[in-house]
């Protein structure tokens, strides 16, 4: 059945804040209880949301932290990568990605993506490890870039023969599906943001750590919280990175409803598919075989990008860019003039969409029809 757009709602509902408007009562439900508890930090709510999304994705174990750029440095400080240590990232990424790696004193060095998935490219990552700068790599952190899974199985063959660790960066991949497994249960540990525009969002910052690796598990638990084994007694060298048991509250109220949030991404990324599948301006995105897009964001490709931009915020349309920048050319890393020709084209050809699950089916084709008229006034 169409989807319509209710008269009182208007086109384009900003998406954190219609999620909340939706879920008003659980929400405050869920904060009474925090009130009630006289519990705010590292509680019952933060231990049980925990349990809940370790088993939602099938990973033995989740950390609840402060950010997502917290749960990157978590990984790597409890990997022991550090001063003197370089990870691998995508050029293509959100800074975030880099400044957790700077966090726990490594350094990043920058790979390229694939064209059609904007994820890293192994053969990217294999060439980097093989130049000078390469030695002393100690793990690639693979971002599944707008929520579609990275190429795991040839990126996981390039680390086991540079013997690397390999993680995961899934803060824009909450219910993404590589061949069957969960984005965030494919590397040795995966790192989550639930900052408030996220597919699982809180009502602030928040992160967690997914792994498999229970003595990973249990250094994080000491690292997030001043490296303490037992109160005031520190173990090893920590930081304060704790989840918020009102935050860890809001993820279990919001937990159950993230599949249905994910369905509904998906069925509007079907949507735009077909009306733009044909289109002479944009390029829709490819979903890769075996992977299940969990359509963070829906973002096509433009050689005119900043004229179309122009046009959708003329036409009202909420379009965004994401990433405008490759990170190797931002000065906070180093500007280097490393050749990463589809890091550089992506930054200059995408366009975000609006999507998210309350979008109507009207706003979809509202924003088709801008692309358009764009369309036919160029030819
Ligand atoms: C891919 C990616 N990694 C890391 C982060 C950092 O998350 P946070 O903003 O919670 O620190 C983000 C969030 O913006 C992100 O999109």
């Not at 519990?39 to 099938?58: D, M």
């Not at 250094?219 to 090893?236: A, C, T």
């Not at 915020?313 to 050749?339: C, E």
Request: one cysteine or more.
């Amino acid at each position: 059945m169409r989807r319509m757009t209710p008269p009182s709602t208007p086109l384009f509902p900003p998406y954190p804040h219609e999620d909340q408007r939706r879920h008003q009562i659980e929400l405050s439900d869920a904060i009474q209880r925090v009130l009630d508890s006289g519990n705010y930090i590292l509680g019952e709510e933060v231990a049980t949301f925990e349990c809940e999304f370790a088993t939602f994705l099938g990973a033995k174990q989740a950390i609840g932290v402060a950010n997502g750029t917290d749960a990157i440095e978590m990984m790597l400080r409890a990997l022991e990568i550090g001063l003197g240590s370089k990870v691998v990232v995508p050029s293509f990424a959100p800074s975030a990605v880099a400044a957790g790696v700077t966090r726990c004193g490594a350094e990043p060095l920058f790979a390229d993506i694939e064209a059609d998935t904007f994820t890293l490219c192994p053969e990217s990552l294999d060439a980097v490890l093989r130049s000078p700068a390469g030695q002393g790599v100690k793990a690639a952190l693979a971002v599944h870039l707008y929520g579609h899974p990275a190429d795991w199985k040839n990126l996981r063959q390039v680390a086991d023969e540079h013997g690397i660790v390999l993680l995961e960066d899934c803060a824009q991949a909450h219910g993404a599906v590589w061949h069957g497994r969960m984005a965030g249960t494919l590397g040795r540990a995966a790192a989550f943001s639930f900052y408030p525009t996220k597919n699982l969002a809180a009502l602030g910052d928040a992160g967690a750590v997914a792994t498999n690796d229970e003595e990973l598990a249990e250094r994080m638990r000491l690292i997030r919280q001043y490296g303490w084994k037992s109160r005031h007694i520190s173990e090893v060298a920590g930081v304060n990175s704790r989840l918020d048991e009102l935050q860890a509250a809001v993820l279990r109220m919001k937990l159950p409803t993230l599949m249905g949030g994910v369905h509904q991404r998906r069925r509007l990324a079907a949507e735009y598919d077909a009306r733009l599948m044909n289109s002479n301006l944009v390029t829709p995105p490819l979903v890769r075989g075996g992977c299940e897009h969990a359509y963070h964001q829906y973002v096509v490709r433009c050689e005119r990008r900043d004229e179309l931009m122009e046009h959708l915020q003329r036409s009202g349309i909420p379009a965004a860019v994401h990433y405008p920048v490759p990170l190797h050319r931002q000065t906070a890393f180093g500007v280097s003039d490393q050749a990463l020709p589809e890091s550089e084209r992506a930054a200059a050809e995408v366009i975000s969409l609006p999507l998210h699950p309350y979008l109507s089916e009207d706003a979809v084709d509202a924003v088709c029809r801008a692309i358009e008229s764009q369309e036919h006034a160029r030819s």
